[in-house]
């Protein structure tokens, strides 16, 4: 594998790039303190942003994220304990929905990548009755000691489809990108990246894709950070409370966590490099009216 180029690579002739439109996937409250260190434990309301990117010059596309479903009953009682009181949600239109609103039938989709096991990223997989799943391959065990096989898993097996569900290993993440030393040329035309970004979960990945044929970029963040501060402000740290008596930290490896973000920081210093993380509520705010499918995310000029 080579090493990290700080730079990204420069299109090609008549280089593919990827459309890429927000989806609606519900609403999460999340404690300020848990996120950033040293503020106070004050609800923001979040949305669970997931996405729906078309390759420009075929027909191929893929989900981004799943969000929240809306039978939070079918969520393992250990997660429905944990999040009803320290994270509330609500979902007015999840994915599936918001895909039918936007003309797309979910039966139709051909891939949904999921960037990590959490359940407000893993929605409901049920009327994406075609589609291939991808997940981070570190993700594989904790989807086999899910829920209901494990009582105490918070996590749910049924997030994915056994049979139709591809794991991405340490074999697949053999290209490297800008900062980022682990990546999958995902369609093999330099249009979209998977990026190995293991320190908020087990098997955590995120998307660095075109949106231009001449140099424009989008990072789909997922929960690389939960607060957009922690990447344009090197000052900015990860949160840490504890919760019961129990130190608490929204990432299970914060040294990992903290490396990916540095990556992430440096990548969105480069020219035309936007990015968008998925309980990014001021892009929310400014950009409900026309960056959900059907409307386009626009990239910089």
């Not at 989806?23 to 409250?29: H, M, P, Y």
């Not at 989807?143 to 105490?152: A, F, S, T, V």
Request: proline content about 8%; hydrophobic content about 35%.
């Amino acid at each position: 594998m080579s090493e990290t180029n700080p730079s990204l690579p420069e299109p090609s002739a008549n280089q593919p790039y990827m459309h890429i439109s927000a989806l609606q996937a519900g609403i999460i409250n999340i404690p300020v303190d848990l996120i950033i260190q040293g503020e106070h434990r004050i609800h923001r309301r979040c949305p669970s942003l997931s996405f729906y990117l078309k390759h420009s010059n075929s027909d191929r596309h893929f989900i981004f994220d799943l969000g929240l479903r809306k039978d939070f009953e079918s969520y393992p009682p250990e997660a429905k304990k944990h999040y009803r009181t320290l994270m509330p949600c609500e979902v007015p239109q999840d994915v599936a929905e918001s895909c039918v609103k936007g003309g797309i039938d979910p039966a139709d989709v051909e891939r949904v990548v999921i960037s990590h096991l959490h359940f407000d990223h893993i929605g409901d997989c049920a009327p994406f009755t075609k589609a291939e799943f991808i997940l981070g391959g570190e993700g594989k065990p904790t989807l086999e000691d899910g829920y209901p096989g494990n009582p105490h898993s918070y996590f749910l097996t049924a997030a994915a489809p056994a049979d139709r569900t591809t794991f991405l290993t340490a074999e697949d993440f053999t290209t490297s990108i800008g900062p980022f030393p682990h990546a999958v040329d995902y369609f093999g035309d330099g249009s979209v990246y998977i990026v190995h970004t293991p320190g908020h979960c087990a098997g955590h990945i995120t998307v660095l894709a075109r949106t231009s044929a001449d140099g424009a970029w989008m990072y789909l963040g997922g929960d690389v950070a939960h607060d957009t501060r922690l990447i344009t402000d090197p000052e900015t740290r990860i949160g840490m409370a504890a919760e019961s008596g129990t130190p608490y930290c929204m990432h299970r490896d914060p040294i990992q966590a903290t490396i990916d973000i540095g990556r992430v920081r440096a990548l969105v210093k480069l020219p035309r490099v936007e990015f968008i993380i998925a309980h990014d509520w001021k892009w929310y705010e400014e950009n409900q009216e026309h960056a959900f499918l059907p409307g386009k995310i626009v990239p910089k000029v």
